[in-house]
């Protein structure tokens, strides 16, 4: 088993800046990527930014590229979400997830074993 727990969340204005930590303990090592993924009000999980532990490359869907990044701090099983130029639209509930196996899809939720319980990020405009 893994446990994530997140935390870093807060409400800020529209052009402002936060950063999401995740805390994974347990099992890590059956993990192979770690993502963070948002569930903004009345709408589906949606995939945000992964990680993959071997290497560290990244993947981010066009809604966020270029303003949010993912790294990981391997010494501390932590990983991260940085979010910059943030819109009312990215305010939403954030997940850390984490997964290991053969992967096909990035964003998809099946793809992930293990779920943290989520940290509320709202953006005012």
């Known amino acids: 088993q893994v446990r994530l727990v997140e935390s870093g969340g807060g409400s800020v204005q529209a052009g402002g800046s936060l950063r999401l930590s995740c805390a994974a303990s347990?099992?890590?090592?059956?993990?192979?990527?770690m993502a963070w993924f948002r569930q903004p009000p009345g709408k589906e999980r949606e995939g945000v930014a992964v990680i993959y532990a071997l290497g560290g490359s990244t993947v981010y869907p066009d809604s966020v590229k270029g303003r949010f990044t993912i790294s990981q701090d391997n010494a501390k099983n932590t990983v991260y979400l940085q979010m910059n130029s943030l819109k009312p639209e990215d305010t939403a509930m954030y997940y850390c997830a984490a997964g290991g196996g053969w992967l096909t899809d990035p964003f998809a939720e099946y793809e992930y074993n293990f779920w943290g319980q989520g940290t509320q990020v709202t953006v005012s405009s």
């Open positions: 347990g099992y890590t090592g059956s993990t192979n990527r």
